[in-house]
């Protein structure tokens, strides 16, 4: 059964500052990983999506890594803004068209 | 064009109530699949639909069922209500079973 973990659950970072989400999961036999942002009781925005055979997205100031191999993912967001305060979500497809697993989440404060 | 919309947007049930939440899926889309977040928690598959059947299923109970239309739309019902399924429940809707989902603001469910 597919697990994702999502580290750290919580993080607090000043204006400015560039930073990364880190998130893993335990089966490796993906066939996408995509990056979400949820604002509080509100859906979900998807930021970034990154196919099985790809390395890297980059979208703006948002950049997403893919190790496969290793099961782990990364998030940077460089420059932070306030506006970037949300709670950050990783999801894989195992197949296409199957279900998406998610991680509980990395819940942003960019403090002005 | 409208996104994915869902209603209500809030909803007050007491213990062993059944309830109906409902999505309209984005313009174009034909599949639709529901997810179930718990307050802290990444979003949990509840089941997905297309051309008006349940195609998936994740671990949720007989008490949940869903239906789609063949306009495309779908409900979520949830009968005997538990103070457990209190959560956001989100709408996702694709344009076929393997495409990008595109998610709803939820409806935010409280079983008091």
């Known amino acids: 059964k597919q697990e994702v973990t999502q580290i750290p659950a919580a993080l607090s970072v000043p204006e400015g500052e560039n930073l990364v989400l880190n998130c893993s999961f335990t089966?490796?036999?993906?066939?996408?990983l995509q990056w979400f942002r949820q604002d509080p009781g509100k859906g979900l925005t998807s930021l970034l999506l990154?196919?099985?055979?790809?390395r890297e997205q980059t979208s703006g100031r948002l950049n997403a890594s893919l190790d496969k191999s290793s099961g782990r993912s990364t998030l940077y967001i460089a420059a932070s803004q306030p506006g970037d305060s949300a709670t950050y979500l990783c999801?894989?497809?195992?197949?296409?068209?199957?279900?998406?697993?998610f991680g509980e989440g990395t819940q942003l404060t960019v403090n002005p | 064009d409208a996104g994915v919309t869902q209603s209500p947007t809030h909803l007050i049930k007491t213990r062993g109530q059944q309830v109906t939440l409902r999505c309209s899926p984005k313009?174009?889309?034909?599949?639709v699949s529901w997810y179930q977040q718990a307050l802290g928690q990444g979003p949990q598959f509840i089941f997905q639909?297309?051309?008006?059947?349940?195609?998936q299923r994740g671990n949720f109970p007989d008490r949940f069922s869903g239906h789609q239309f063949p306009n495309y739309s779908s409900e979520l019902n949830v009968n005997a209500l538990l103070l457990g399924d209190s959560a956001l429940y989100l709408c996702?809707?694709?344009?076929?079973?393997?495409?990008?989902?595109?998610f709803g603001s939820g409806t935010q469910l409280s079983v008091l």
């Open positions: 639909y297309y051309e008006e059947e349940e195609r």
């Open positions: 990154i196919q099985s055979s790809q």
């Open positions: 089966d490796s036999a993906i066939y996408n």
């Open positions: 996702a809707s694709s344009r076929s079973v393997n495409e990008k989902l595109f």
């Open positions: 999801a894989v497809e195992e197949t296409s068209g199957s279900r998406l697993t």
């Open positions: 313009s174009g889309h034909d599949t």
